[in-house]
């Protein structure tokens, strides 16, 4: 398995925005559907967002609706998180995985470096 590789964070003030993008293998990519998920401080790894192969469905965690866009490119094998009006409780680490579409949970163990998101109230 090869790690996925994150990036595209950094620090903004509540409200700003931000774009996350996660580059996956050719092969994950086509199999799996893929999500993102979080970790704050002293916090386990939360799912917030997936995407169903081909890209035609999306859900989300309540607590991101209306305010998250996560699509994928198939010709860059590339998953984004588009991130609006962020709140200081959004931030901690980034990541992504390919993940199992009904619970949500991660399909592999391994993961890669992620990319910080940090949001000052």
């Known amino acids: 398995q090869v790690q996925p590789v994150e990036s595209g964070g950094g620090l903004v003030q509540a409200g700003g925005s931000l774009r996350l993008s996660c580059v996956v293998s050719g092969f994950i990519y086509k199999i799996y559907p893929m999500g993102w998920f979080r970790q704050a401080p002293g916090m386990r790894r939360e799912w917030v967002a997936a995407?169903?192969?081909?890209?035609?469905?999306?859900k989300y965690v309540d607590s991101v609706k209306g305010r998250f866009i996560i699509s994928s490119d198939s010709a860059k094998n590339t998953v984004y998180l588009q991130m609006n009006s962020l709140k200081p409780e959004d931030t901690g680490a980034y990541y992504c995985?390919?993940?199992?579409?009904?619970?949500?949970?991660?399909?592999?163990?391994?993961w890669g470096q992620g990319t910080q998101v940090t949001v000052s109230s």
């Open positions: 995985n390919a993940v199992e579409w009904t619970t949500t949970q991660p399909q592999f163990t391994r």
């Open positions: 995407v169903s192969l081909g890209g035609g469905t999306t």
